[in-house]
């Protein structure tokens, strides 16, 4: 699913028009993104939890030469879906 395809179902299940319905999504992916910036965790209830964790410095090898390379601390966007929305997906088999 896309962006589009997201305006889209918003439009047709609303009544809203395609541009309201673009504004909507749109206003949405910018809180969740400013959210997730601050290092703040975002719930969604039935849904799932997106958490930002800090991965520090490390020690990795590059496999094709085997040489040792020092891998930057980073910031990662981790999601983990919550139990209903785990069973809505097991249950379509």
């Known amino acids: 699913m896309t962006k589009a395809d997201l305006v889209e179902n ?3 299940k609303t009544g809203f028009s395609k541009k309201e319905s673009a504004e909507i999504v749109e206003m949405v992916f910018d809180i969740m993104k400013d959210t997730l910036e601050n290092g703040e965790k975002i719930k969604i209830a039935g849904f799932g939890n997106f958490v930002v964790k800090d991965k520090s410095t490390r020690r990795g090898r590059n ?3 085997g040489e040792e390379i020092e891998i930057s ?3 990662i966007l981790t999601f983990k879906p919550s ?3 785990k069973f809505a997906i097991n249950s379509q088999e």
């Open 83 to 85: 139990q209903v929305l």
């Open 10 to 12: 918003i439009y047709l």
């Open 73 to 75: 601390s980073r910031r």
């Open 63 to 65: 496999p094709q030469t």
